[in-house]
């Protein structure tokens, strides 16, 4: 089983802060997935990254993907109350795997 | 499109009696996942489909749950009979083959407790 360990499991912030949160595995991904789920929804898909050391931006936040494709982190600049939510990391196995593991996430509470 | 449709939002049943969730997926969509989601475990993915065929029902807890797809749109997850450590939410999801890049498209979920 490929496990995807997420840091810190919970954060509280002040609104304007800058944070950057944490997805790790020993093992390799094909691609890494970001999701960010609010109370009583479903998670929802950020970003996927596909290429080892890949950085991807969505206005306030960056997604990097490691280069040997084990871990990623996502930095939120300036967070706001609107980025208060469950962050999940999903990785896929391989080529030809339709199925995601998913990180336990990150809990962050952005305070106005 | 509506997304992917969940009933019943919530569920509370008393412990032994049979519970079944409902889910219509994203139309095209030939993949359909069921998780189920806790604080201690996060998501867990409990059966996969592929074309309402299903694939990897490793994560189906024990016997007490099934989960069938009689046709694209729709299937269901039956827990017979419940128990109180089965309270969660259940989440389904669907997707294409480019789910590796396109991700899941999830539901809002049935929150179950079971008392």
């Known amino acids: 089983t490929q496990l995807l360990e997420q840091s810190?499991?919970?954060?509280?912030?002040?609104?304007?802060?800058?944070?950057?949160?944490?997805?790790?595995?020993?093992?390799?991904?094909?691609?890494?997935?970001?999701?960010?789920?609010?109370?009583?929804?479903?998670?929802v898909l950020l970003v996927t990254v596909v290429t080892g050391g890949e950085v991807k931006k969505l206005k306030r936040l960056t997604f990097?993907?490691?280069?040997?494709?084990?871990?990623?982190?996502?930095?939120?600049?300036a967070a706001q109350p609107g980025d208060t939510g469950l962050y999940l990391c999903a990785g896929v196995a391989g080529a030809g795997s339709y199925q995601l593991t998913f990180g336990k996430g990150t809990k962050l509470s952005v305070i106005p | 499109d509506a997304g992917v449709i969940q009933s019943p939002r919530h569920e509370v049943t008393e412990m032994g009696q049979e519970v079944t969730l409902r889910c219509k997926p994203i139309s095209g969509h030939d993949y359909l996942f069921w998780y189920r989601q806790t604080m201690m475990r996060g998501l867990e993915l409990l059966i996969y489909f592929n074309n309402n065929v299903p694939i990897d029902d490793s994560g189906m807890p024990e016997d007490r749950f099934s989960a069938k797809m009689p046709n694209a749109s729709f299937s269901t997850l039956k827990i017979q009979p419940s128990e109180p450590r089965d309270s969660a939410v259940y989440f389904c999801a669907s997707s294409t083959r480019a789910a590796t890049y396109y991700g899941y498209t999830f539901g809002s979920g049935t929150r179950l407790t079971v008392v």
């Open chain 1, 64 to 77: 990097q993907f490691g280069d040997a494709r084990k871990d990623s982190s996502l930095h939120i600049t």
């Open chain 1, 8 to 43: 810190p499991q919970f954060l509280s912030i002040q609104e304007g802060e800058n944070l950057t949160v944490y997805c790790n595995s020993s093992s390799v991904f094909s691609s890494l997935q970001w999701y960010r789920q609010e109370p009583g929804e479903g998670p």
